[in-house]
């Protein structure tokens, strides 16, 4: 049996549209204000783009997701 957590991060491109980023094995605890500082440095660094190839403009949510994953048998 294997858990797997990650966190989306969801933003606002300059076109409209919603892209996100996946964070794979973040550590325990975040909090959605660390999501706010790592979406904050994502934005003023604008490496990233949004699939309809325009900027990230703002931070939209974040969530964390876990997937179960169990072998039948």
Do not use: W, Y
Not at 6 to 27: M, Q, Y
Request: neutral net charge; glycine residues 6%.
């Amino acid at each position: 049996m294997a858990d797997k957590r990650v966190v989306h991060l969801k933003f606002t491109t300059a076109g409209g549209k919603t892209a996100s980023v996946t964070i794979n094995e973040p550590r325990e605890g975040i909090t959605l204000n660390d999501a706010k500082t790592v979406a904050q440095a994502i934005l003023v660094n604008p490496v990233l783009e949004g699939s309809d190839n325009t900027s990230l403009q703002s931070f939209k949510s974040a969530c964390e997701v876990t997937t179960k994953t169990v072998e039948l048998v």
